[in-house]
């Protein structure tokens, strides 16, 4: 804050950024294109930043990739001299020179600074004390960031203006002990606290350390992030908690931001006891056609949104749409939210092509004539104006997913990503969803970090319940589900997740997941149809010619011909799989053909082509002998995997029976898993089962019988120990035509 307040002082442009504790910080590259496009040459830091700073065997700090060459001072009271008594600082008049640079990342990326103008940064701070009725000697406790956004505009500019006791309790402090901001409100009897959701959700869930606190004090309780849609099920959860500890439900004042317009709305503070404003319930179907309906179908597909107030002091504000040209929307669209006023933001500093698009906007008509001479700002907010002239915020540009013409915003996606019992197998805060393109159109990727204690069958079960909610509710097919160790995916300085970053390690192939779930089949669904056999006259060169004058694409693809097998060959012997097996066991016994390997990497068993075809042999003759089969049936084999699996495998091929492989049920989860297997067994009507010794103990136990039928299983065989013994024929299969193995697809 002093370094800050010296700038101003001395008339230089501050530029607040975050630390970087190593040279691969995730976005660090992208700072230095914003130091770079801003022109800063000197850095002004602490003595404990500047010993946590990453240097050279020689202890210089090291050169950030991307950044400029910078000189580092450090700012610590017992470094700097005092100035003489007669010097008084020169108190510049509020004019349109940049004060402060703010920074902000685009959906690319990039970073970029919005530069603050003297007379923004005063009218922005007189606009927030008429909005929020600040008083002199208030006690305010700030949560937030202080080098940029609310945490700037209320805990360092507006409180210095109002002579307001501002506590601001840093990020890792929070980590530490999340209920340390309640309990400075409580000690301090403090009238404003300045909070994100995560603050809220936090506090709410440790609050049983310690329940001797009162919130009564407290007039506003500003949510920063209270235009995230999904805000107020926090709202509403922390007042459910501490209603009982004197908060009252008209103090909850949501809020809408952006870096190129400030503060766009407000709540303000209700009076005690007046009834809070109505809420929005919307369709999800009708957001993604960019309309507002009142959802009346199922509850489920259904966005409750609460205000963010009205618009700050002093300023205009109109919804054009989001893409194409500025166009007005009408009242019952969702557009871009943007803001005339004297309190935002001027420009992308020293970026002037990409400032004339998002800081001189001018709205259009239907005709695509200008509704007047007053430039507009882009808050890159999506919402709509509701009845009373409040604001609703359904969302942000930079989380708008497009996917074949519907509109999908990132944040709904990561909701009900969470909606599905994620505690168990992902982190709360830890989820990344962002778009890729594929075959010309979008398509949703959602990446999380999973527990170390989830199982592969709990992630599994989960990514498949995220799959089928996200599919009823948005009516969207996910490309990619993609599950990463703990702590692997990309940060922000504030613990967040880096969405770029993660993007381009997905996009690179560095994103390195434990469980993956790829459906493109579910959301590619515009792929070409086969070409259409032209007219005998016209030839292939003429058609080739033809299709590049049009710029059309050949649909098709061709591979090389497999070439004819002569009847005399000897290779004709071999030409199912089965015998190929029997070929290599007399011709390469030694060859390996399987390592099974365990978690750690550690090969447990091999099987060379020898041992394969000796244990299919083994099941085969157990087939023959046990199971009563005729040629042709079906035997389901249920194994995890590995090599009893192909061996299993080859032993059917070897007696003339048809393998249906089905995963094995889940022994914790016999209730959600045991029902599919049956499932299968009764549709392919098998007439034998071949498993393993622990499976046909749980097929058998008491836990199965509570959820099917287990005197009715066909002939079960367990292969663990099978006698030595060979089969007095291997059936060979009359036709190529034949059935050779069946897949469930469940």
Known sequence: WVAFYGCLLAEVIPVPIEVPLSRQDAGSQQIGFLLGSCGVSLALTSEVCLKGLPKTPNGEIVQFKGWPRMKWVVTDTKYLTKPSKDWQPHIPTANTDTAYIEYKASKEGTVMGVAVSKISMLTHCQALTQACNYCEGETLVNVLDCKKDMGLWHGVLTSVMNRIHTITVPYAVMKACPMSWVQRVHIHK???????????????????????????????????????????????????????????????????????????????????????????????????????????????????????????????????????????????????????????????????????????????????????????????????????????????????????????????????ALAVEPVKTVYRGRIAVFSVTVFYDERIVIVAEQRPDASEEDSFQWMSRVLQAIDSIHQVGLYCLALVPANTLPKTPLGGIHIYETKQSFLEGNLHPCNILMCPHTCVTNMPKPRQKQPVDVGPASMLVGNLVAGKRIAQATGRELGVVEDQDPIRKHQFLSEALQWRAQSDPDHVLYVLLNAKGIAVCTATCAQLHKRAEKITATLMERGGLNTGDNVVLLYPPGIDLIAAFYGCLYAGVIPVTVRPPHPQNLAATLPTVRMIIDVSKAACILTTQPLMRILRSREAAASVNVKTWPTIIDTDDLPRKRPPHIYKPPTAEMLAYLDFSV
């Open 190 to 416: 403090a009238r404003v606290a300045l909070v994100k959701c995560r603050d809220l959700h936090w506090a709410m869930m440790a609050h049983k350390d310690q329940k001797d606190v009162n919130l009564s004090s407290i007039r506003m309780l500003i949510v920063a992030d209270g235009a995230n849609p999904w805000s107020v099920s926090s709202c509403d959860a922390f007042l459910n908690v501490f209603q009982s500890h004197g908060l009252r439900p008209e103090v909850i004042c949501p809020c809408a931001t952006s870096p190129e317009a400030l503060t766009v709305a407000i709540r303000r503070p209700g009076a005690r006891g007046a009834p809070l404003p109505a809420r929005a319930i919307l369709s999800m179907g009708g957001l993604s056609h960019g309309v507002i309906r009142v959802n009346t179908e199922d509850k489920n597909s259904a966005l409750t949104v609460q205000d963010v107030g009205h618009i700050m002091p002093g300023a205009l504000m109109c919804i054009v749409k989001p893409d194409g040209p500025p166009q007005l929307c009408k009242t019952d669209e969702i557009g871009e939210i943007v803001i005339n006023s004297r309190a935002g933001g001027t420009m992308y500093y020293g970026l002037p092509g990409v400032t004339k698009n998002t800081f001189e906007v001018i709205p259009v008509n239907q005709a695509g004539a200008p509704i007047g001479e007053i430039p507009f700002s882009r808050t890159g907010l999506l919402g709509f104006v509701g009845p009373g002239s409040l604001v609703f915020v359904v969302g942000k540009i930079e989380g708008l997913l497009m996917v074949s013409g519907r509109r999908h915003n990132a944040d709904d996606l990561v909701a009900t």
